[in-house]
Structure formats: C-alpha cells, structure tokens
C-alpha cells in the first residue's frame, strides 16, 4: 500500500530563494486560470447561445504559454512543471466542484500555505528526482538536505514542497508492506467526546491533548500586541511569524496525540468500532466548534482507516442515527430522551448507571 512521507527540509539561503520562486509561479499560474476560467463560466451564463469550451488543464497550459510566460520572465527562472501541474490541479478542482463533491476553487494568497508540485520526466535530465541518505534532488534547486534520514530504495515520481512558518517540507508517497500485528483485544467500542479524547468499551479513558485551549492565552497575546503594528514592516512580519509557528505548535501537539492513540488502536485491536459523526455540523454549532475542532475527530477517523489497513485491523462504522447513546448497553433498552447536560446515563429498567461516553462505547461494541 502507498503511505505519504512528509519531512522538513534544511535549505541554504540561495535555495530558500529558489523555493519561495517556485511556490510563486505556481500561486500565480493557478490564480491567473481560476480568473480565465470564471470568466468562461461568466461568459457562458450570461450568452447561451454563443458558450465557449471550458478549458482543459493542457488548453490552459497551452494559453499559458502563449500569452503568460512571454510578458513574465521570471517564468523561466523555475521548473516548468510548478505551473503545468499547478493549472492540472486545478483542473481537478473544477471536476470535484462540477461533480458536487467540493465547493468552487479559490484563489491563492502569498504567504498562506504556499506550496507547489515537482514532477519527475524521464527524458529531461532538470526533472529528474533522486533520494539519498539524508537529502533530495528536486529540479532547478539541486540536492536539498533534510532534518532526517530519508527511507531507503525509494524512485519518487512526484513531491510536493510546502512551506509551513517560515519553513520548507517535502512529501511523496512511499510504498509500504502492511504489518499484520498480534492482536491483544478481538472487538473495542470507542467514543469520541470533548471532555476526554476517546473512552473505550474495555475502560480505557484518553484524554486528549487540548492543545489549543492551553496556549490559547499566548496566541491571545501576540495577536494583541500585533494589532497597531504597520502592515507589512518588519515588525509587523517578525510577529507574524511567531503566530504562524504558535499555530504549528498548537497543530504538532494535537496530531502527536492522535497518532499515538490511533497506532495504539490499530495494532492492539482486531476490530474498532466508531461512529459517524457529523463533524461539519458539530463545527456550525457555536458552543461547541473550539472543543471539536480542539480535539480533531475527522483527522482521528482518517488515521485510523489507513492505520488499520497498515496493521491488519478492521474499522467498523456505525450509522450515525442509531441510538447508542439512548441504548443501555446492559439490557437494550432505548431511554426516550437523553439532554446533552447529562452526562451520567441512568437505565429505569435495570437501575444499570455510568458514565454517558461508557455506554457510547460498550453499546458499539455490542453492535
């Protein structure tokens, strides 16, 4: 199975440059066809009768270098394959959004999340990618060293660069052999809650990091201080750096956690039951966004569904309107109506009591 490998990269000054060239070719080939091809549709909603082709990704590369290149040198100064793909990219963008799956593409802003695609041609000796020990051949920029030891015998075809709070990663795709792990437990019910991370069917309570709620006063903080800062000064930039990096450590904390429960899920269990939830919905609810989005239950369930698959385990999903939470999980019996304020859960058949997330999770195991 292919797995995504992501690590840091450690640039020298001139190839920083380079890379902060190659995101800003790629920001502006996918803004100027975004513009071209809402002005298509725009054209095509307001003439019927006379619509014009919507452009394929090689039209919109075909009209990129005829009309854009020309007039901005600084195309050349690139690999030519950040703009190519970048404009396919976006292609796939308009497909997902024309199916339904998505919403309409955006444009991209400097600084935010600048990232940008590198392909590997076989014919072009400039496209060619080679791993090392601890480094990575990208095209135009040369031998790039990294934080970490790269894995061994792997050819990429494709990377992917982004940059992060001042800093550069790299990340493709690796082939990996599925490890099929002993199994301590055969069947585990879990769920998920704001108060704790996740409490098991077998007792097992995880609380979870709750990292944005500790380091909420600091990044307060430094939002305050930056608010008479002149835009765009020196100032100005140095704090917003140290936004970005409280950001990034509020995001490694939290996804620590959840690879560390989740690889735990996944080679101790045979079978894990969750349900699924509504995380969009819980999210359009005000009171209780921060706490979700805090404890990051969609990024839990995609972990584990590639997690189990590495590890040999089974991930079962329970539909998302059957009542576990109403289910006494000694007897079966459904309680009528259960408020989100309780939070022990009290059977009037068998005078059975716990705690509400207990009984979540022993009625999934039970299904």
Same mark, same amino acid.
Request: charged residues 25%.
């Given at each position: 199975? &292919?797995?995504?490998?992501?690590?840091?990269?450690?640039?020298?000054?001139?190839?920083?440059?380079?890379?902060?060239?190659?995101?800003?070719?790629?920001? #502006?080939?996918?803004?100027?066809?975004?513009?071209?091809?809402?002005?298509? &549709?725009n054209h095509n909603s307001?003439?019927?009768?006379? *619509?014009? *082709?919507?452009?394929?990704?090689? +039209?919109?590369?075909?009209?990129?270098?005829?009309?854009?290149?020309?007039?901005?040198?600084?195309?050349?100064?690139?690999?030519?394959?950040?703009?190519?793909?970048?404009?396919?990219? $976006?292609?796939?963008?308009? !497909?997902?959004?024309?199916?339904?799956?998505?919403?309409?593409?955006?444009?991209?802003?400097?600084?935010?999340?600048?990232?940008?695609?590198? /392909?590997?041609?076989?014919?072009? $000796?400039?496209?060619?990618?080679?791993?090392?020990?601890?480094?990575?051949?990208?095209?135009?920029?040369?031998?790039?060293?990294?934080?970490?030891?790269?894995? +061994?015998? @792997?050819?990429?075809?494709?990377?992917?660069?982004?940059?992060?709070? +001042?800093?550069?990663?790299?990340?493709?795709?690796?082939?990996?052999?599925?490890?099929?792990?002993?199994?301590? @437990? %055969?069947?585990?019910? @879990?769920?998920?809650?704001?108060?704790?991370?996740?409490?098991?069917?077998?007792?097992?309570?995880?609380?979870?990091?709750?990292?944005? !709620? !500790?380091?909420?006063?600091?990044?307060?903080?430094?939002?305050?201080? =930056?608010?008479?800062?002149?835009?765009?000064? =020196?100032?100005?930039?140095?704090?917003?750096?140290?936004?970005?990096?409280?950001?990034?450590?509020?995001?490694?904390?939290?996804? %620590?956690?959840? #690879?560390?429960?989740?690889?735990?899920l996944a080679k101790n269990?045979?079978?894990?039951?969750?349900? %699924? &939830? =509504?995380?969009?919905?819980?999210?359009?609810? #005000?009171?209780?966004? *921060?706490?979700?989005?805090?404890?990051?239950?969609?990024?839990?369930?995609?972990?584990?569904?590639?997690?189990?698959?590495?590890?040999?385990?089974?991930?079962?999903?329970? +539909?998302?309107?059957?009542?576990?939470?109403?289910?006494?999980?000694?007897?079966?019996?459904?309680?009528?109506?259960?408020?989100?304020?309780?939070?022990?859960? *009290?059977?009037?058949?068998?005078?059975?009591?716990?705690d509400c997330s207990a009984?979540?999770?022993?009625?999934?195991? /039970?299904?």
């Open positions: 199975m &292919l797995l995504g490998f992501k690590t840091e990269l450690h640039p020298n000054k001139q190839q920083k440059t380079l890379l902060a060239k190659h995101a800003g070719v790629s920001r #502006h080939a996918w803004n100027w066809g975004l513009w071209l091809t809402r002005n298509i &549709l307001n003439n019927p009768e006379s *619509k014009l *082709k919507f452009p394929t990704a090689i +039209d919109l590369h075909k009209l990129l270098v005829a009309m854009v290149k020309p007039k901005n040198y600084w195309y050349y100064e690139v690999s030519k394959t950040a703009p190519q793909y970048a404009l396919r990219y $976006l292609s796939l963008s308009w !497909k997902r959004c024309f199916s339904k799956v998505s919403g309409q593409p955006k444009f991209k802003k400097k600084g935010r999340d600048d990232s940008f695609p590198a /392909e590997c041609y076989a014919n072009t $000796l400039d496209g060619s990618i080679s791993v090392g020990f601890n480094h990575i051949k990208l095209p135009r920029i040369g031998w790039v060293k990294t934080y970490e030891i790269l894995p +061994d015998n @792997v050819s990429p075809k494709s990377v992917t660069i982004t940059k992060k709070a +001042d800093r550069w990663f790299v990340s493709f795709k690796v082939e990996t052999i599925p490890q099929i792990t002993e199994k301590s @437990v %055969d069947v585990v019910g @879990v769920d998920l809650g704001v108060k704790n991370l996740a409490t098991l069917s077998t007792g097992e309570v995880f609380v979870g990091a709750k990292s944005y !709620k !500790k380091l909420e006063a600091k990044l307060s903080k430094l939002q305050y201080l =930056n608010r008479h800062k002149v835009k765009f000064s =020196n100032n100005w930039r140095a704090a917003q750096l140290k936004i970005a990096q409280l950001h990034k450590r509020i995001a490694n904390i939290r996804n %620590d956690a959840l #690879h560390k429960l989740t690889t735990y269990h045979s079978q894990i039951v969750i349900e %699924d &939830l =509504n995380v969009s919905g819980m999210m359009a609810n #005000h009171k209780l966004a *921060k706490a979700v989005a805090d404890m990051g239950f969609y990024e839990f369930r995609r972990q584990l569904e590639y997690k189990c698959k590495l590890y040999g385990s089974e991930l079962i999903i329970v +539909d998302r309107w059957f009542p576990s939470s109403k289910t006494c999980s000694r007897c079966g019996k459904i309680k009528e109506s259960l408020s989100l304020s309780e939070r022990v859960f *009290k059977c009037e058949h068998c005078n059975f009591s716990c009984t979540l999770a022993r009625t999934r195991f /039970e299904c």
